[in-house]
């Protein structure tokens, strides 16, 4: 690619609609802003659940064509963050979704969980040196929460930046949940008929919060929660009408949809506000001329 915006900033990412969840506002905030943004998603999830009983039959145990169809899903999705640039980690159905941890399919030849690290890293570094983003975000060492597609993303996201040297993101975030967002969620669900909360006790049980002094970044894209919830309907295959997530949309829109959160691993962090210095840009700090 020629003629790059200044700000370029690259999202890996494991499944069709991950990269709405956690990330979808700021996609959209970035792109609004001028940033050239790519999205970079490692498997077609085939594995995944199906919400339209319709189509219950593409799914792995019958035609095995649901890939297919969340690919398009995906890309709609992108249409509606305004994200052009997406692609898929070695081309669409290189790797496979590979399921839960501990299921049958993680051995399948083409899992993801499977795949040899240095080959996986070495088609996003192409990716890298072709657009020479500034910053890239992916999870955390769990996966954010433990499947195995998300743990192989971050290990060959993190690979790549180190294989690509100077073509590499100068700041690496985490996606990441402080603890105090997960206590007003859990707070303002309680009582509710789609409380994802039910179960859970207190934030500490869960597989993901971060503490607040650990968060590096506050993405205020609040303006956008509307283009991440469009997003989301796109995904209807794996996220219901009756979700949850869209309860958090119409109960408190911008306020939780809009509002995404990072650990700061690589660079410097730049100047932020508030009690724990959280920035409010993923590129402060950085020199955005050409490099």
Not at 38 to 64: F, M, N, Q, S, Y
Not at 85 to 99: A, E, Q, T
Not at 283 to 291: H, K, L, P, V, Y
């Amino acid at each position: 690619m020629t003629d790059l915006p200044a700000r370029r900033l690259l999202l890996v990412h494991a499944h069709p609609d991950d990269e709405v969840i956690g990330t979808g506002a700021t996609m959209a905030h970035y792109v609004s802003a001028g940033a050239h943004v790519t999205l970079v998603t490692c498997t077609l999830g085939e594995e995944g659940e199906i919400h339209v009983p319709d189509l219950a039959r593409l799914g792995a145990a019958h035609a095995d064509q649901l890939g297919g169809y969340r690919l398009v899903e995906w890309e709609r999705a992108c249409t509606a963050l305004g994200v052009t640039d997406h692609r898929m980690l070695g081309g669409p159905g290189r790797y496979r979704d590979s399921g839960m941890m501990g299921l049958p399919t993680n051995e399948h030849p083409r899992a993801f969980w499977g795949a040899d690290l240095d080959e996986a890293a070495a088609h996003l570094v192409e990716i890298m040196r072709e657009i020479r983003p500034q910053v890239m975000i992916t999870y955390d060492e769990n996966g954010f929460y433990g499947h195995p597609d998300h743990i192989q993303a971050h290990r060959v996201a993190m690979r790549a930046a180190e294989l690509a040297g100077p073509d590499g993101p100068e700041k690496i975030y985490w996606t990441a949940m402080p603890l105090s967002v997960l206590v007003d969620g859990m707070e303002a669900f309680r009582g509710s008929e789609s409380n994802p909360f039910a179960e859970v006790e207190k934030p500490e049980d869960l597989p993901f919060g971060t503490p607040d002094a650990e968060i590096a970044a506050r993405i205020d894209g609040t303006d956008h929660y509307a283009k991440k919830t469009a997003a989301m309907r796109a995904h209807a295959t794996q996220i219901p009408d009756n979700s949850w997530l869209y309860g958090i949309a119409g109960d408190f829109g911008g306020e939780f949809m809009g509002v995404e959160y990072y650990t700061l691993v690589k660079g410097e962090r730049g100047p932020g506000s508030g009690p724990h210095g959280w920035e409010s840009d993923l590129f402060a700090g950085i020199d955005t001329g050409d490099r």
